[in-house]
Every structure is written in C-alpha cells, then in structure tokens.
C-alpha cells in the first residue's frame, strides 16, 4: 500500500516557491474548448487533476501535452462527450460542459458522482444553462445538454457557487447578446479564467465582483498564458510554518489573495511579514485559539479548514470553526483524533481543545485538504505517522514531499 511517512518535532526552515494554481488551470484548460487554434498555459502544477484534465480534453479530440510545467494545446474540431471514467475521476471535468454546450450545441457527460466533503449537486449550473436556452435531460447516469443557440440573459445565483459561476461565464462567451451573472463567486482563479477567456478574444467584465458581465462573440481563437500561483497551497505552507515553529518564506504568491489567513494566523500570535510576492511566517511556541468561518471569497477558504484544524489542535484553549460552504467537510476529525486531538463535533461546528503534544498514529487522507492537514499534523506530532490515501494528496500538491523536505521536514513516501 502507498504510503507517506511524516517524523515530526522538526521546525521547518526555508524558502518555498508555491506552484500554479489547480483550481484556475483546470478551468482554463477546460475554457480552451471554446477557441481555435494554438494554446500555451505557463506555470502549471504537475499534479494528478491537471493529467486527468490532459486526458478529458484528449478525449475530446484536442492535442493536449504538457512538458515542463507548460501545456500546449491544439484544438481544432473537438466532440461532445468525454469517457465516463474520467468525468468520475474528478468533479472539475463538469466545467468542461459549458463550454462544449456553447461550441457544439450539444454535450453528453455522465453525472458527477457522491463526493467526500458532502453533498455537492450541479443545480445552480444546469438551471442557468436552461435559462441561456439549453434542454438538459438526465437519463442512465448521463446528462444531455442541447440547444439550438445560446442566448444571453440575467442570471441570479442563489448561492455563489464557484463551479456554475465559471461554466455559465464560459457559456455565455459564444452566446448571441449579453449575458449578467449577479451573486456570482469572487475568488481570485475566476479573474483568471476571464483574463485568459479575453485574451482568446472574449469580452468578459467584472470577474472578481459578484457581477460578471459577458458580451457575446461568435469565435474566439488560441492564448499564451501563465496560471495564477495557488493560494490554498501557499496557505497550506503558511500553516506548516505555524505548526512546526518554524520559518519559512513562500514566494511567488499574490499576497492579496491570502489575506483571511494571514490576518487569522496573525491572530494567533504567528509573525508575519507580507513582501510584494512574499511570505514570511516565523511560528511561536504559544498559539492563541482563533475561531474561523469559512465563507466563499473573500471569506476564509474552506479549502483551508482542515489545515487550520491541525494547527488549532495545538493551541493554547478552544476554539471553534463553522463550515458554511460544504454540509460534510470534518472528515479529517477522526483521524486528528487519532493523533490525539480533542474535538467536538456538532452538525457544522466543531470545538477544538487545544492539547499540549500530537502524538503519531496510523491514519487516512479521506479527501485532499484532509489530507494535508494530516500531514501538518504529522510534522508536529511526536514520533512517525502513516498516511495512507495518497491519491488525494496527489490530485492537488506538487512536489509536496520535494518542497517540504527542502525546508527540513522528515517526510518520504513508499509506492
Ligand atoms: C470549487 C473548488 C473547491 C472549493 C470550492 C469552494 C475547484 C476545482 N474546486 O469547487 O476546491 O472547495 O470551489 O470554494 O475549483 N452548490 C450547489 N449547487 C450547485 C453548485 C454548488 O448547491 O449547482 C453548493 C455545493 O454543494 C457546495 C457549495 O455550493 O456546498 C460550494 O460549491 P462550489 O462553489 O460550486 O464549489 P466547486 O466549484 O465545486
């Protein structure tokens, strides 16, 4: 069985350069089906997702490689229905549906399936994609989307979903007129699907607002262009620092996109020196027990909770933290627990009580960031923990291992 094996009680010191960021590249790989010609993503994460991506959009019928932290894309005439495996492998190959919609007039994907952070249904997309024009019918596990044109309308979303805010935003670029997403999602990647989009030859406004305008064009062509830097896995790094007592400097991040963790780190006694694309985090012995909320963008992300779980387990008191995004997203309690963390759970709250000494334990990634918070824990805790679940690590961390034994952690895997 694959496992990672993290010794802790040694302060991480260093320097980490943060990777390009999962959560844009996906989607800019999945916006190159709206265009023709030639495409160059720069500063992209060599992780699991992003392969998986290369294989939905070979599927489809794009030349797609990926060398050197660079994909290039050729995408000439493409089809309107990926393998159900890879659809199931990974939720993001959903964004892939508006832009096919908008190009083909017809998509066929199978449905996402159940997922470990909760419940996740695509609603908000498909009953926006009806309201731009398209027949959706979900039938045999598949659903078909058609239309005969998209047409550009008002669209309100009642929550603002970061999925469905993309896929109508790509949609509607090659519909007839224009298109007003209102309580669309803010967060930084979605300014970079609409910068790239534009650079194709789209005219998107207002990304990064919760109201994104979007003129409609007939044909977009190829980009060259590099992926924003990740801020959940600089953040994931900014805790490492914290909960190891150590120092580390991450660079190549966009500091104003990290703004809720820093000042809730901050908060918690850590020091932290903000640079133009820097970092500086240096950990102290007495951590205050800070609450969090998580909360779309601007908000806390909740794709740091877990992480910020680990660190809470350590500090001096109780603190508590409400998961507002996901109905299911405290899978990593049990494990932690087994590290010896006292936490209580009530539906979407939970109360850690800070204890003195994690202790190593046999444990299990459920799912991605549970499972770097496992591996922050393991490089506080006394003696060596087992991780097992690799694969979901691997979808979302590049070099995770590489980076942190650069900075000093003893950390190492066996495949
Ligand atoms: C994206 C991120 C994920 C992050 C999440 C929230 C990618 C590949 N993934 O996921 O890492 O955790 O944003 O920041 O970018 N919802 C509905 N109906 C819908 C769509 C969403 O009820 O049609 C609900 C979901 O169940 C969830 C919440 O809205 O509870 C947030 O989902 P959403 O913002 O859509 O997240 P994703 O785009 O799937």
Redesign the pocket.
Known sequence: MRKLFVEGGHPLKGVIRVSGA??AV??LMAAALLGHGRFVIRNVPEIRDVFTMLGVLQALGVEATLNDSTIFLNVETVRGEAPVALVQEM??SIQVMGPLLARLGWVRLSKPGGCAI????????LKNFKKLGAQIREEHGFITASTNGLVGKELYLD??????TENLMMAATLAQGTTVIHNA?R?P?IVDIQNFINLMGARVYGAGTSTITIKGVTQLGGADYAVIPDRIEAGSYLIAAAITRGAITIEHVIPQHLTAIVDKLQETGTEIKVGTDTIAVRGVQDLFPINILTQ?YPGF???LQPQYMALMTLAGGSSVIKET???NRFRQVEELRRMGADILLDSNAAVIKGVPQLSSALVHATDLRAGAALVLAGLAASGITEITGLDHIDRGYEKLVHKLQTVGGRIWRED
């Open positions: 999962k959560n996906l989607k939720r993001a909760g419940d996740r249904p695509i609603d908000l997309h929550f603002p979903s970061v999925g469905a999602a967060e990647e779309p992300a909740t794709d995004v996901y109905t």
